[in-house]
């Protein structure tokens, strides 16, 4: 029998010859030289993932994903005050924040030089250069190996975000991700390490954005490691140009109280995965998130949350509102080890048509080998009551107003769970100006 040979795509032999042009100049020593190998082995044995690949059932990047592009070159001047003029979500001198451009850190535009006690950053490029003895223990712990995108990031990640939150230490000012692409459709690869000792405290917030009109690529990575007694608070936000393809990961060890929520609204093709572990005993977490898609946008959120730890309690709440012929995607598996007993956990999501052409996979899933515990999950999807909008409508509100109204109000239960106000405030309002551009 002839042996089956498959045909790699342009993407995945592009992506080859990347790594092995870029190999040699990428950061770290011979030990993360070592990891880089590795994973791409990894992508070299399967390829980009498709629709026979379960967990990728729904995004086929092998088809999505018709090129790859060049690594990007280190920012111009050009692409550095774009990134100075990104991630306005908080005012002015609120967060502190660490800019990167092109995915390049920039220090000039960076808010590290004088750090709250407790506190140290430093560039992910910078840590690998000195071989940093704690990032070496923890880089690539957390992320899992088999996945696809996050070997990618392995092999290729060039620069990033490295925080330490030490013990007990509480953190004022939030800590903001620039993530800031220019104009130049290039391939950008980030990873950031993120430690919080035991009764630490922080707010992290990453943000995503970039011009339309470039078909830039980005595939960013967070590990986090949160201590026992530790609070962290994280939020997302997602506003890459409308040609985009964006792919991020965050994998996270949590052990006491852990809030993150995802704001997807821009990008043309999107994933975003999230691994968390609950390591620590009655571990509170809030897992939730708000995709607005429109056009032929496509975007995926994937979810795995494994229990490990005994009394442990999660709330997972997605929603998506999808318009023209967009394609939203949640999957989510809750994971209960069997000595994760009396966990109490419990998964929603909730899918808003706005046209006949849009399309909604959601598939909750739960895994349990634990007998003492409290688990569910559900999944709707359907189109605007047209009865609520005809009582809005019957005093007086118009009839785009009140699908407004209600698109709002679909969305509050996932916005309102984030407890600073400022980022919540600003989040409702790019709903709004989302719903604005619609009508």
Partial sequence: MAELKVIKTAAETALAQTFSQARAHLPGGEAI????????????????????????????????????????????????????????????????????????????????????????????????????????????????????????????????????????????????????????PAASFTRSLIMVGKGGRVMMVESYEGPAGSGYQANAALEMFVGDEAHVDHVKVIVEGADALHISTLAAAIGARFNTFTFTAGGAVIRNQLFLKFDGEETVANISGATLLKGRQHADTTLVATHIARGCKSREVFKSVLDDEAHGVFQGRIMVRPGAQQTDAKMMTRALLLSDQAEADNKPELEIFADDVQCGHGATAGAIDEELKFYLMARGIPAAEAEALLIQAFLGEAIEGIEHAGMRETLIEQVAAWLKARV
């Fill in 33 to 184: 030289a070592k990891e880089r190998a590795a994973a791409f082995d990894v992508f070299a044995r399967e390829g980009l993932p498709h629709r026979r690949v379960e967990d990728w059932k729904y995004t086929d990047l092998r088809a999505l994903m018709r090129d790859a592009k060049p690594l990007a070159t280190p920012p111009d001047a050009q692409a550095k005050a774009r990134a100075k003029r990104a991630g306005a979500l908080l005012d002015e001198g609120e967060a502190l924040r660490i800019v990167f451009a092109d995915g390049a850190f920039v220090p000039e535009l960076s808010d590290t030089a004088a750090l709250e006690e407790g506190l140290s950053v430093t560039s992910l490029a910078a840590a690998l250069a000195e071989n940093d003895d704690e990032l070496m223990r923890h880089l690539g712990k957390l992320a899992p190996t088999s996945d696809i995108a996050v070997a990618l990031n392995t092999a290729l990640m060039g620069d990033g975000a490295v925080i330490r939150v030490h013990a007990g230490a509480t953190i004022k000012r939030p800590l903001h991700l620039v993530f800031a692409a220019s104009e130049k």
